[in-house]
């Protein structure tokens, strides 16, 4: 096997030295790792690339998968891999030979990403790795006298994306986070277990965010008890964001500082300081993790939404396309929610394995019948589960897929099925607040209000600043409307309009309790706004609305709306 560095000689300077020692990292704690691990020798080291002898052909095509795959998003390193099955000649401290010629012709032909294996190689693999390879054209080889046939992974490495060589610019895949051990400031090593396990356990829960990769611990850690410049970690590490923290404990107290911070201009995202008492260690230790955890995701979304919002649609990636449509989407109104269902589609056209683009062009469907901007729902339903299934045939562990098959089946009338939807999504990350509000609300459609209030809460505890919260507070709006709570569900549907003054469930549900409390001329005016953005809403196509089920006694709901004035 023949593997190689993305040419940098161009760079100069501090750039090269910041991507010589992203280089030296990646190799002593992947790259190494993986050629041992699947019993290869690397025989020859040549600059920045290597050749590697494996006892088979099955190994070297394992290793090589496993090392591109660990690169997919990483912002600096990309790797050309070419492999062939030949003889190989070792003479003092060289190596010669067919086999090693042509896996470095392949790997030179490569791009960056990418695997090349030859056909003695090809038809060396079973049938089940052979199906990871496409192509078998002839390729006339530099020096080599006869064409060889090359088959190309169809990995992820086969994406059209240039390598980013230099400087902390991103390559605009999905974003990738470091979390550094945090510093033991007690002055006891035998409190290193505890910040340790803080930053440990971060990771750990990190992980469930799909879409969000993490580095692994063993290379993170690398830099514990080090003075750092973290552009240069980075750099090192091929990362556009780096959490640190410190802990400090005193007698039976604790305070654990924490900030994220974005590596491309140094800026502090979001940081934040916690002190507890320690009652419980682990407890306080999972209490801490849990509120870090919580708060990194949705600030590293706004990150990436300002980021997709400061360039052009024409040049964005799926990636940014994708949190592009998330800053559309959020605003809640009639357009903006067609725009976010554009950007989305343009998103799986540049990346069909874009995952979370599909999931979330599913849940933009969905949101466009709940908002009854579709004339054809019951197509635009069948679309959002075929992209949701598609979303989770390519990451299994998608939860935005998991709710939006929720969704759908919450807006086909199978209401309990769309509640066992989201369960297995807050199995899978029982950190992400939307799908704890996305709980709450299908709990509510079923009739449990209290269980719905009780997810919806915690939703929102988990996230205080989302961009979405005008339809939690409408759901909070019904589900005390439903439960006779009429001064709290005026509240929350106050809530849901200083949010979103145009969101149509938060207009009809305020309509409904300002009628109720008698005050018809405000409810009034939310009707006529409702009418303004909705003409054909009627008495009959809210009782028709597939997503309340029969537990939901929709009577004092429509008698209020009639109070207030929407037609029949």
Same mark, same amino acid.
């Given at each position: 096997?023949?593997?190689?560095?993305v040419?940098?000689?161009?760079?100069?300077?501090?750039?090269q030295?910041?991507?010589?020692?992203?280089?030296?990292?990646?190799?002593?704690?992947?790259?190494?790792?993986?050629?041992?691990?699947?019993?290869?020798?690397?025989?020859?080291?040549?600059?920045?690339?290597?050749?590697?002898?494996?006892?088979?052909i099955?190994?070297?095509?394992?290793?090589?998968?496993?090392?591109?795959?660990?690169?997919?998003?990483?912002?600096?390193i990309?790797?050309?891999?070419?492999i062939?099955?030949?003889?190989?000649?070792?003479?003092?401290?060289?190596?010669?030979?067919?086999?090693?010629?042509?896996?470095?012709?392949?790997?030179?032909?490569?791009?960056?990403?990418?695997?090349?294996?030859?056909?003695?190689?090809?038809?060396s693999?079973d049938?089940?790795?052979?199906?990871?390879?496409?192509g078998g054209?002839?390729?006339?080889?530099?020096?080599i006298?006869?064409?060889?046939?090359?088959?190309?992974?169809?990995?992820?490495?086969?994406?059209?994306?240039?390598?980013?060589?230099?400087?902390?610019?991103?390559?605009?895949?999905?974003?990738?986070?470091?979390?550094?051990?945090?510093?033991?400031?007690?002055?006891?090593?035998?409190?290193?277990?505890?910040?340790?396990?803080?930053?440990?356990?971060?990771?750990t829960?990190?992980?469930?965010?799909?879409?969000?990769?993490?580095?692994?611990?063993?290379?993170?850690?690398?830099?514990?008890?080090?003075?750092?410049?973290?552009?240069?970690?980075g750099?090192?590490?091929?990362?556009?964001?780096?959490?640190?923290?410190s802990?400090?404990?005193?007698?039976?107290?604790?305070?654990?500082?924490?900030?994220l911070?974005?590596t491309?201009? *140094?800026? !502090?995202i979001? $940081?934040? &300081? @916690?002190?507890?008492?320690?009652?419980?260690?682990?407890?306080?230790?999972?209490? %801490?993790?849990?509120?870090?955890?919580?708060s990194?995701?949705?600030?590293?979304?706004?990150?990436?939404?300002?980021?997709?919002?400061?360039?052009?649609?024409?040049?964005?990636?799926?990636?940014e396309l994708?949190?592009?449509?998330?800053?559309?989407?959020?605003?809640?109104?009639?357009?903006?929610?067609?725009?976010?269902?554009?950007?989305?589609?343009?998103?799986?056209?540049r990346?069909?394995?874009?995952?979370?683009?599909?999931?979330?062009?599913?849940?933009?469907?969905?949101?466009?019948?709940i908002?009854?901007?579709?004339?054809?729902?019951?197509?635009?339903?069948?679309?959002?589960e075929?992209?949701?299934?598609?979303?989770?045939?390519?990451?299994?562990?998608?939860?935005?897929?998991?709710?939006?098959?929720?969704?759908?089946?919450?807006?086909? *009338?199978? !209401?309990?099925k $769309?509640? &066992? @939807?989201?369960?297995?999504?807050?199995?899978?990350?029982?950190?992400?607040?939307? %799908?704890?509000?996305?709980?709450?609300?299908?709990?509510?459609m079923?009739?449990?209000?209290?269980?719905?209030?009780?997810?919806?809460?915690?939703?929102?505890?988990?996230?205080?600043?989302?961009?979405h919260?005008?339809?939690?507070?409408?759901?909070?709006?019904?589900?005390n409307?439903?439960?006779?709570?009429?001064?709290?569900?005026c509240e929350?549907?106050?809530?849901?309009?200083?949010?979103?003054?145009?969101?149509g469930?938060?207009?009809?549900?305020?309509?409904?309790?300002?009628?109720?409390?008698?005050?018809?001329?405000?409810?009034?005016?939310?009707?006529?706004?409702?009418k303004?953005?909705d003409?054909?809403?009627?008495?009959?196509?809210?009782?028709?609305?597939?997503?309340?089920?029969?537990?939901?006694?929709?009577?004092?709901?429509?008698?209020?709306?009639?109070?207030?004035?929407?037609?029949?």
């Amino acid at each position: 096997m023949a593997a190689d560095m993305v040419d940098y000689s161009r760079l100069m300077g501090e750039d090269q030295a910041r991507t010589l020692g992203a280089l030296r990292l990646f190799r002593e704690t992947q790259f190494e790792p993986a050629v041992k691990e699947h019993g290869g020798n690397v025989v020859k080291g040549m600059g920045d690339g290597w050749i590697v002898e494996f006892p088979s052909i099955m190994d070297a095509v394992a290793c090589a998968i496993m090392v591109q795959e660990n690169l997919t998003d990483h912002e600096i390193i990309k790797i050309r891999i070419g492999i062939h099955i030949g003889d190989v000649v070792f003479e003092a401290e060289d190596v010669f030979g067919d086999g090693v010629n042509i896996a470095a012709r392949l790997e030179a032909l490569a791009d960056p990403g990418q695997i090349l294996i030859s056909e003695n190689a090809y038809h060396s693999l079973d049938s089940k790795n052979g199906q990871s390879f496409i192509g078998g054209g002839p390729q006339q080889l530099k020096n080599i006298a006869r064409p060889v046939h090359v088959w190309r992974w169809q990995g992820t490495g086969l994406r059209d994306t240039a390598a980013v060589i230099a400087g902390p610019t991103p390559t605009g895949n999905r974003p990738a986070i470091a979390v550094l051990a945090f510093d033991n400031m007690s002055g006891d090593p035998e409190q290193e277990f505890f910040s340790d396990g803080i930053a440990g356990d971060i990771i750990t829960e990190l992980s469930r965010f799909s879409w969000l990769k993490i580095i692994a611990q063993n290379s993170s850690f690398l830099y514990k008890g080090k003075a750092v410049d973290l552009r240069q970690v980075g750099q090192e590490l091929g990362v556009r964001y780096i959490l640190e923290g410190s802990v400090r404990r005193a007698s039976d107290r604790v305070r654990v500082t924490a900030q994220l911070i974005d590596t491309r201009m *140094g800026d !502090n995202i979001w $940081a934040d &300081r @916690y002190d507890r008492d320690l009652d419980d260690i682990f407890a306080v230790q999972d209490e %801490i993790t849990r509120a870090i955890t919580r708060s990194i995701a949705p600030n590293l979304e706004f990150a990436e939404m300002d980021l997709a919002r400061q360039r052009e649609p024409a040049n964005l990636d799926s990636w940014e396309l994708t949190h592009r449509a998330h800053s559309e989407y959020y605003r809640l109104d009639k357009n903006n929610t067609v725009r976010a269902n554009e950007l989305h589609r343009q998103a799986v056209e540049r990346d069909p394995k874009a995952a979370l683009a599909r999931a979330y062009l599913a849940l933009g469907l969905t949101a466009s019948v709940i908002l009854r901007q579709t004339v054809t729902p019951d197509e635009a339903l069948i679309e959002a589960e075929t992209q949701a299934r598609t979303a989770l045939e390519i990451d299994r562990k998608n939860t935005v897929a998991l709710w939006a098959l929720g969704q759908v089946a919450l807006l086909s *009338g199978e !209401n309990e099925k $769309a509640c &066992r @939807y989201i369960e297995r999504a807050v199995a899978v990350n029982p950190n992400d607040a939307r %799908i704890q509000a996305a709980l709450g609300q299908s709990n509510i459609m079923c009739g449990r209000y209290e269980a719905g209030i009780e997810a919806i809460l915690k939703g929102i505890e988990i996230s205080p600043r989302d961009p979405h919260l005008a339809t939690e507070y409408s759901n909070m709006a019904f589900a005390n409307f439903q439960s006779g709570r009429l001064d709290m569900a005026c509240e929350w549907a106050e809530k849901a309009l200083e949010e979103a003054p145009d969101y149509g469930p938060g207009l009809r549900y305020a309509a409904a309790i300002h009628a109720s409390l008698g005050n018809i001329e405000l409810a009034r005016r939310h009707i006529n706004k409702l009418k303004t953005l909705d003409p054909k809403i009627t008495i009959s196509t809210i009782a028709e609305m597939p997503m309340y089920s029969a537990a939901v006694d929709l009577v004092r709901l429509l008698e209020a709306l009639r109070n207030a004035g929407l037609p029949e």
